[in-house]
């Protein structure tokens, strides 16, 4: 940081305007990273990625001069690396299924915790209850920090994610975007969201306890 | 109310729409109601809140030096 902690759209145009270094210090220390993990979204290859976000950064600073403020300075930035992100993943044959039949493909309506861990439905005292039920986690204080093993593991299990459910579950969790805004990017309903949302979590979870499990056992 | 109690089967795949407030309101009576009486289900529950908030912090990584070099290039090209 460079000392300014925090400034809103108008001081930042302002700041862009007049050419000031500190203000673009400032947007890409906010910004610059998500927009590198929102590009991964529609392209595999994180230089690229990288490319298109040093892009979308050029023409940030070319159009600030004619910025109507018709969107919030945020939506406009994301909305310039979307569509430069779309073209170059079309371009790789890459695009973000939303459609109907790919949520079939998907196993939505699979469970998300495999059936084993629970009584099957004629258990005589607890049909449809936990057989293997989740140990708690041990947040000793150490573990409030994220250590790297353990942010490596949510990444890689982010990253196994079938692409719609990583699509939404990055922006939702990760760079936290209300879920409005994400179902208007990507044309899809608020229940089709969650689903995934959900399926996605499921998954980093599942990720997460297989990690703590064995850590234990070491 | 007379509802209809859920399993643990059941309450796992309410989570998220419990979490995002989009349960109707029987629904989540149904989904406390059980939530009071199960462990397991508690745990489930604090667990994927704790997914959610580690997953969040991933956002905290810093801008590598190199990048933010390049970045301040593109800059000052531009200006």
Known sequence: MTGTDSMDDEQIITGLKQREESTFHFLIDRYHA??????????????VAEEIAQETWLKVLEGIDRFEKRSTLKTWIFAILNNLAKSRGKHEGRCIPFSELYYREDGHGEPVV?????????????PG?????????????EDQILSEELKDCIQEAIADLPEN????????????????????????????????LHRARARVRQAI??????TMSK | MNLQPITCKEFVELVTDYLEGSLSPEDQA??????????????????????????????????????????????????
Not at chain 1, 175 to 193: D, H, M, R
Not at chain 2, 55 to 67: D, F, N, R, V
Request: proline share 9%; aromatic share 10%.
């Open chain 1, 34 to 47: 998500s927009l590198v993990r929102i590009a991964m979204l529609y392209i595999s290859d994180r230089a």
């Open chain 1, 114 to 126: 495999p059936p084993e861990r629970f009584f099957p439905p004629d258990h005589p005292k607890w």
């Open chain 1, 129 to 141: 209850g936990w057989s293997m039920p989740p140990e708690p986690w041990h947040n000793s204080p």
């Open chain 1, 165 to 196: 459910q990583r699509a939404i579950i990055t922006l939702h969790d990760l760079e936290g975007w209300p879920s409005a805004e994400i179902c208007n990017v990507f044309n899809l309903s608020e229940t089709n969201q969650r689903v995934l």
């Open chain 1, 209 to 214: 306890e297989s990690y703590y499990r064995a």
């Open chain 2, 30 to 79: 149904r989904f406390e109601a059980h939530l009071a009486v199960c462990d397991g289900c508690e745990i489930y529950l604090k667990q994927i809140g704790e997914t959610i908030r580690l997953t969040g912090k991933l956002s905290e990584e810093q801008l590598p030096p190199e990048a933010k070099d390049k970045l301040l290039k593109i800059f000052r090209d531009w200006k």
